[in-house]
């Protein structure tokens, strides 16, 4: 049985029991008897499951197709909302004393301009699906598509992107000589029946969908004629029929399941083997992750994976998800840090996307680690892969993942390998490759033997290119020097000399 169904079973036997005489249930079956039941299968199952980190390849190419759909979205959304706009026109201009066949032939002329035009969108006039439930539906999976890019790349969750409101949702201001994007709305829980107000950051590519489903809940507040009762606000995600109300969760999961069609790529084993190396005892939940089916994206599942890889512990080796985070990477490390001047005198609920997000830098700094040195067959040189095989020795995963989250012992990428250490680098490296760490034998440093071969030979062929043509000059005398620090460095590291 799936978990989650298992988990809301016993509350809705109890309601279909309290009915059981209009519903004509048989006497013989017993409630205890169903509720045993119920509950010897869920003993079966972990107490407590968490949320699956997406495996990284599978989140690289659903944060590409988001990215993608947003493009599709900018080219047809003219013309749905022009379709929309003649759609709500023409139902009323209908007499209320016209037949039931005259409404869907008025519909048709009216909106007989652009349907051709809606054809290149699927829209079939032959077909049984009418004009505007086809238009409808087709705004709806955008709204939703729109409301998924938010959740990707700010870290609310569902239940607070639908309450956006669609006036003063987006802030940008400018810091340290770049333009930042801030999102206020309101926590999804309530204080006494009062709404909190709460703000999350936010990149240019969250920015950019809260833009574009701002022209969509325009439109439908422009064509819904009935004022708003005490208190409603117009909404970034409302209903096509309402702006003032959210879309409602059965239309919000149907769109999902429809996307997840689009975006969601294909399971395959190097996928289930990145979760299995990521395991402890709190297993993942798995319902419906398998080789061959599509990934089962949930909203949360975002949330929690944009937690982990936003920090900085594990990108090196994923430069298309680095590229992809980059923006947001840098906006929350300064936004939800303790002395940034705009975020200091928020009062962010305990639930607050913030929390999380500092909460998964030793969790993303153990799966860097494990994904790095664990579960890699590489060869690993330096003192820091020394030191970290010596504490680590005969310790289970979640005594690791303990020292992690005390901070006693750290792992951070690089493009040589790792650093273990846990405080800031007291030399900040210039360049992508630490040669003054190589040069000093930094005792905190990991290198990978793969990778120095790799730099090696590349940079032997930067600075024969450089003899050839260049010869004498800075740059040239530069990179001889680094390539000497390269060969140094591998010779001692290769013979373990400190």
């Avoid at 809705?12 to 209009?22: F, G, S």
């Avoid at 045993?36 to 659903?62: A, F, N």
């Amino acid at each position: 049985m799936n978990q989650t169904y298992l988990y809301s079973t016993t509350s809705l036997i109890n309601t279909l029991w309290r009915q059981q005489e209009n519903l004509g249930i048989i006497k013989k079956i017993q409630l205890q008897t169903l509720r045993r039941v119920l509950s010897k299968e869920s003993k079966t199952r972990p107490q407590y499951r968490q949320t699956p980190l997406i495996p990284s390849r599978v989140y690289c190419e659903i944060l590409a197709c988001l990215i993608n759909r947003m493009e599709i979205i900018e080219g047809e959304l003219e013309l749905l909302l022009n379709a929309y706009t003649k759609c709500k026109q023409a139902s009323r201009s209908i007499s209320e004393t016209s037949s039931a066949q005259q409404p869907k032939a008025h519909k048709r002329n009216e909106l007989s301009s652009i349907i051709n035009q809606l054809n290149f969108l699927g829209y079939d006039p032959m077909g049984e699906v009418p004009i505007q439930q086809f238009i409808t539906t087709r705004i709806g999976l955008h709204q939703v598509t729109l409301m998924t890019i938010v959740i990707a790349f700010s870290g609310m969750r569902i239940g607070e992107a639908s309450i956006l409101p669609l006036d003063k949702v987006l802030a940008e201001f400018q810091q340290y000589g770049s333009v930042h994007y801030e999102l206020q709305g309101y926590t999804h829980k309530f204080n006494e029946g009062v709404k909190q107000s709460a703000s999350w950051i936010t990149s240019h590519q969250g920015a950019r969908a809260v833009k574009l489903a701002q022209r969509i809940a325009r439109k439908i507040l422009q064509e819904h004629k009935i004022p708003p009762e005490v208190g409603q606000q117009a909404l970034l995600f409302p209903s096509t029929e309402n702006p003032y109300m959210c879309r409602e969760s059965k239309s919000v999961t149907n769109h999902r399941n429809s996307l997840r069609e689009i975006i969601c790529p294909i399971i395959t084993q190097s996928d289930i083997d990145e979760l299995d190396s990521l395991e402890m005892e709190n297993s993942w939940e798995r319902d419906d992750i398998e080789v061959d089916l599509r990934w089962p994206l949930t909203f949360h599942q975002l949330r929690r994976s944009l937690a982990v890889y936003a920090h900085r512990s594990g990108m090196v080796s994923l430069p298309a998800l680095k590229a992809q985070l980059k923006h947001i990477t840098e906006e929350m490390a300064l936004y939800y840090s303790d002395g940034f001047s705009r975020a200091v005198n928020l009062v962010f609920d305990k639930n607050h996307f913030s929390h999380e997000w500092n909460a998964a830098k030793s969790e993303s700094s153990y799966y860097a680690y494990a994904l790095s040195v664990l579960f890699n067959d590489d060869n690993l040189l330096g003192r820091g892969s020394q030191h970290m095989a010596n504490v680590i020795e005969s310790r289970s995963q979640e005594d690791t993942f303990r020292l992690f989250q005390e901070n006693k012992i750290a792992y951070r990428e690089t493009p040589l390998g790792g650093c273990v250490s846990t405080e800031p680098c007291k030399i900040e490296p210039m360049e992508p490759i630490p040669y003054q760490c190589l040069e000093k034998n930094c005792i905190n440093q990991v290198v990978s033997s793969k990778r120095l071969d790799h730099i090696i030979q590349f940079q032997e062929s930067a600075v024969a290119s450089l003899e050839r043509n260049e010869h004498g000059s800075v740059e040239h005398r530069l990179e001889a020097r680094h390539l000497e620090i390269l060969l140094t460095a591998r010779e001692r590291l290769t013979k373990g000399v400190e």
